[in-house]
Nanobody, 131 residues
């Protein structure tokens, strides 16, 4: 069982920046694929960025070049830096985790942006962008 707690959301003007964080309660954080997702009322949750056990990252096309995902395994933390924010980036941002697959001595993440591929979820942190 992994508990995830997000923080760092807030209100920012269009073009501004924000950094959201997520702390995971597990002794094996480095064995997890971590992701950030977002959702606005009335719409489906969508994948924003994923970071694998080896720190390889993938992004949704809508945020590529503006958002950066990173992780600190020593602190059980995953971060999402949001730059050049647009009003359409406003949403509840959720942290998610999925155990990586162990193939021989290698940890493999699917790097999927599909929410159903992740087992553990935080409660979310709200990001508001004003134009």
């Amino acid at each position: 069982q992994v508990q995830l707690v997000e923080s760092g959301g807030g209100s920012v003007q269009s073009g501004g920046s924000l950094k959201v964080s997520c702390v995971a309660s597990t002794n094996d954080f480095s064995d997890y694929c971590m992701g950030w997702f977002r959702q606005v009322p009335g719409k489906e949750r969508e994948g924003v960025a994923i970071i694998g056990a080896a720190h390889y990252a993938t992004y949704a096309p809508s945020v590529e070049g503006r958002f950066t995902i990173s992780r600190d395994n020593a602190k059980n933390m995953v971060y999402l830096e949001l730059n050049s924010l647009k009003p359409e980036d406003a949403a509840m941002y959720y942290c998610a985790a999925e155990p990586a697959l162990r193939l021989s001595s290698t940890l493999v993440c699917a790097m999927s942006l599909i929410p159903s591929q992740y087992t553990y979820w935080g409660q979310g942190t709200q990001v508001t962008v004003s134009s």
